[in-house]
């Protein structure tokens, strides 16, 4: 089981820039993800990061071009950098982890493995 602590969430305005961070334990050898989930809507992937050497960063949809993932090793910490935020990005993110134990990709083709945080809350504002 994966420990992880998700912080950085607030309330923005449109146009503004946003880091989120999540702290891992264990955090070697972790396929590493950033999901959101808005309001009476299904959680929705931004995209993932190999924590070990030679990881490649993949977005979903609504990231990309837009946020960015990156990893700490030193503080065991991935983070994701939101520029141009827009108030359809509002909602809960989640920070998840799998230690592939099962899949030997990152990201893994289902879900089912990972540990969750708790969330971080963003509001984007008009």
């Known amino acids: 089981q994966v420990q992880l602590q998700e912080s950085g969430g607030d309330s923005v305005q449109t146009g503004d820039s946003l880091t989120l961070s999540c702290v891992a334990s264990?955090?070697?050898?972790?396929?590493m993800s950033w999901f959101r989930q808005a309001p009476g809507k299904e959680r929705e992937w931004d995209g993932s990061l190999f924590t070990g050497i030679g990881g490649t960063a993949y977005y979903g949809g609504s990231a990309t071009g837009r946020f960015t993932i990156s990893k700490d090793d030193a503080k065991n910490t991935l983070y994701l950098q939101m520029d141009r935020l827009k108030p359809e990005d509002t909602g809960m993110y989640y920070c998840?982890?799998?230690?592939?134990?099962?899949?030997?990709?990152?990201?893994?083709?289902?879900?089912?493995?990972?540990?969750w945080g708790q969330g971080t809350q963003v509001t984007v504002s008009s």
């Open positions: 998840a982890g799998d230690q592939l134990t099962r899949w030997r990709q990152c990201p893994p083709p289902i879900w089912e493995d990972n540990s």
């Open positions: 264990p955090y070697a050898k972790l396929c």
